[in-house]
């Protein structure tokens, strides 16, 4: 079940324009549906026993938006970390509340800021019901990678898992675009926010429709959104991602 969306053009467009929401400024412990800094000791979680790295590369770093898939129940640690040579891109697809997503491209030499959930067992799963069953996303396991954290249970991690797009990646004369908004270091793609890559799918697929009547109807009208991604395929490049294998979609 994904979680509801606001009611009202105003709500519907400031959602779809501010992905992918903002980050927690450090690690973080997601309590009652509050982000608090997480404490130096947590008995609780120390061992993180039984809870399953999944890399937030999006809007799932963000307190809001665990938020509203966990309601105020949820008890999640968030870990900052970085991540080496991978970059944080847009995904050739806009979602079901009119913003262009994230995804992971293999970019050597990088270092790009994202956020590890620590999630138990029906966490994960309901994870899975907001991202997968559909036609992007499908989740699996990054093997030998370097992904050090600023908080955790350990410094390194040397694997981890994550939600990667099937749709490929969004891309300007071959070449992926990165998220502004996601902190990286030594990247060598362009980066735009959210309100430019919206205007860039729009310049390219919109016609003459004004962008907020793009966002609206792609939210509303399920077959606008399906077609308007199919275009946003022509170009896109295949998403890059040495270190994954898929485990289910």
Same mark, same amino acid.
């Given at each position: ?44 979680? &120390?061992? $993180? ?7 937030? +590369? ?25 991540? %080496?040579? $991978?970059?944080?891109? $847009?995904?050739? +697809? ?16 990088? %270092? ?35 992904? &050090? ?11 981890? $898992? ?31 926010? %959210? ?16 962008? &907020? &009547? ?36």
């Amino acid at each position: 079940m994904p979680w509801p969306l606001p009611q009202g053009d105003a709500a519907l467009l400031a959602l779809a324009k501010s992905y992918p929401f903002t980050a927690f400024p450090d690690s973080y412990l997601l309590r009652a549906g509050q982000a608090l800094p997480m404490p130096a000791r947590h008995p609780e979680l &120390d061992s $993180y026993a039984g809870r399953v790295p999944v890399i937030a +590369h999006g809007s799932n770093r963000a307190p809001d938006q665990l938020r509203r898939k966990y309601g105020v129940a949820a008890e999640i640690p968030v870990s900052r970390a970085w991540l %080496q040579d $991978y970059d944080v891109v $847009y995904s050739a +697809h806009v979602t079901r509340y009119g913003s262009i997503a994230a995804n992971l491209h293999h970019a050597p030499g990088m %270092q790009v800021e994202v956020f590890v959930t620590w999630l138990d067992v029906p966490q994960l799963a309901r994870m899975h019901e907001t991202e997968l069953g559909g036609e992007v996303y499908e989740y699996g396991r990054l093997d030998g990678i370097a992904l &050090d954290l600023e908080h955790g249970p350990v410094a390194r991690l040397s694997a981890a $898992y994550v939600y990667l797009s099937r749709r490929g990646c969004l891309a300007d004369a071959g070449r992926p675009l990165a998220l502004a908004e996601v902190g990286a270091r030594r990247r060598a793609h362009a980066a735009m926010g %959210q309100l430019d890559i919206l205007g860039f799918v729009r310049a390219r697929h919109g016609g003459e429709a004004p962008l &907020d &009547d793009l966002i609206l109807r792609a939210i509303r009208d399920p077959a606008y959104r399906r077609s308007l991604i199919e275009a946003m395929g022509n170009g896109a490049v295949p998403t890059a991602a040495p270190h994954f294998a898929a485990l289910r979609r």
